[in-house]
DNA sequence: GTTTATATTTTTCGCGCGTCAAAAGGCGCG
DNA sequence: CGCGCCTTTTGACGCGCGAAAAATATAAAC
């Protein structure tokens, strides 16, 4: 390789033998370009690593290659999960993507949407912070960029909506727990900070009802994003107390449970389902360390192969559609029962 | 606020009143520009709600205001925590902080120091993956971008090193656990992704010989970022054949002891310093977690706060010299016991 | 060999802002 | 009031690239 320096594209195009709004066509899509031609150039650049100035680029495409990802929790390993997935397929589709966490803040999440317009992303893939977003700001930005809500919905925002079935997790639970052995109560924070959780709840209800079950639903008191903590002192309180009447508890989500497990733990409460065990716990999400509780959290796993996929994929499309978005779709996957020790 | 649509610095100039080249010095710092003018801008702004296109501000600028922030695995709590800590401290000084993470793959780490070049950010503040870096590319970074390296030394690689004294992790541990019991192993990866490992297990040993007691390092297999699933399937082989002499065992950080603790608990093996439990486990970083497994973990806590603070402070100091580099600076920042209930 | 459709080149303009030099203006001070 | 310093204005240029139109080249089809 040559260590000339090429400053611009002219200076490339004039060292490659081929014109200069040639070059520009090859990068925007190199396979716009004749095979022949595109060849040379691919020598050329093997030759001289010349990289277009992407400030220049993006001001002046009328769409740049960005894309922005939203998480409302990154320190979530759910998040950080299904963002790596994400990333992944972004960059493969040639999308500069940028990841941002709001870390659970609102004002974060505004900001974060404020610095995401500057960017003049071609799309935005959003997982909000749910019941703490500003509904408003997230609408207006919606309106403004292309946008693909994920995980956590906002009813009428965003061009689509990608997800998992909550009903979905909470029947395959509470069908498992029931026929395995008693009826579970429901465990979870009383102001939840995700939208999923009251639709957990609701399903939780219904199913139970369905059955011809009494639904006993556990509110813990707790605000924000440190879930282990409020599922960790919310157990404390009710494993104390008896409140507890059911000797088989579902938490809304792994978090809450990986909190809850510790509780019985520290009590010395034996959970699980072999004998001589006094509680079952489950939950849902399957969150990466729930194979690591004492015991193994049996609970619900996302498809977060389908979730992220169809996520982008949602997107890709809005973007080609050149963000037109005639009705708002919704798309919902199904979880998987993962069986393990603790119920 | 009018809702006229400001499109570019000389609409806004010209509605403000005020120059465009003013206008542009008071962007690029607002304290450039004379009491009385700033207050007139900021009236404008507070009226138009222009803001001016990043592209073309970095397209000319000398130095853009990004700063890079890499670590090398995002799915790990205390990345996510320190990465949050340092994205804050970006902001408030007025940057613009990126986040990235290599997913513990070197291709990954590449491609993004590649990436990161075309941002032409005033600095970047790097976690490498380690051992798995590939330290002529890393090394070239460093000398083309102003760098400082935080959590993972590579020697000699970037202008400045900050990161927790691995000695006195190990120095607290060790003295704590001999202390109030018996010797501790030491338990680690055969190959540590991490070269605070390796200062960890020497540190280990090291201080052992200075109390006159014989060390003994038990390594595992597994490769790659799954600590908790190595240090299970590691305890998982150890407890079942005998060759864990010592009933104190040390991990080198708190995710293997996550592991460890699970398998001990399926093997009904009680851990804890109470009466009645067969052996204690300690470890090293206070992972977010580690409040939350069972037993509680007893561990040895980075100064987070002092390591963020840190980093960010030596790279601004680095920005403003202009990047020159005289003479490479470490600091390490000493741990904290944190006394819970495994040891 | 001619037609036709597609690809490429040439030319030219524009994007929005940084930066510079020279001229004009504001400000505090005596 | 007048001096000198510092800030702002004026006017102009450059950055590196995208885009559009018209001219030209290429390749396949007839």
Redesign the pocket.
């Known amino acids: 390789m040559s260590d000339k320096k090429i ?4 200076e490339f195009a004039s060292v490659s033998g ?5 070059i ?2 090859y ?2 899509d190199p396979g ?3 095979d ?2 595109r060849e040379r150039i691919e020598a050329a650049l093997e030759q001289y690593d010349y990289r ?2 992407i400030y ?2 993006n ?4 769409l740049t290659k960005n894309i922005g990802i939203v998480v409302p929790y990154l320190a979530d390993p759910f998040f950080t999960e299904i963002a790596r997935k994400i990333e992944r397929r972004c960059i493969d589709a040639g999308f500069w993507p940028t990841l941002f966490s709001a870390h659970g803040s609102q004002d974060l999440e505004n900001s974060i949407l404020d610095s995401l317009r500057s960017l003049k992303p071609a799309g935005v893939l959003l997982a909000p912070l749910g019941r703490a977003s500003d509904k408003s700001v997230v609408e207006k930005f919606c309106r403004d960029v292309p946008t693909v809500l994920f995980d956590s919905d906002i009813e009428g925002v965003g061009a689509a909506f990608v997800g998992s079935d909550n009903h979905s997790f909470v029947a395959q639970s509470v069908e498992y727990l029931v026929r395995s052995g008693s009826a579970p109560c429901f465990f979870e924070m009383r102001t939840p900070a995700n939208p999923n959780a009251n639709k957990r709840r609701n399903a939780y209800i219904g199913i139970m009802e369905g059955m011809g079950l009494t639904p006993e639903v556990i509110k813990v008191e707790g605000e924000g994003w440190a879930f282990e903590e409020i599922g960790y002192e919310g157990a404390m309180r009710v494993l104390s107390d008896g409140t507890l009447r059911s000797n088989t508890v579902l938490c809304s989500n792994d978090r809450l449970a990986i909190g809850f497990l510790a509780a019985a733990f520290e009590k010395g409460i034996r959970v699980g389902r072999d004998e001589g065990c006094q509680m079952r716990v489950a939950a849902h999400d399957d969150h990466p360390f729930s194979r690591f509780t004492c015991p193994s959290l049996t609970t619900v796993a996302h498809d977060y192969e389908a979730v992220s996929n169809h996520s982008v994929e949602a997107l890709f499309n809005l973007i080609e559609s050149g963000g037109t978005r005639d009705a708002r779709t919704e798309r919902l996957f199904p979880a998987r029962l993962i069986l393990r020790t603790s119920a």
Chains 1, 2 share one sequence.
């Open positions: 400053k611009n594209m002219a081929i014109s200069r709004p040639t520009s066509k990068f925007n716009s370009v004749r022949t031609i277009p100035n220049a680029m001001q002046n495409r009328r």
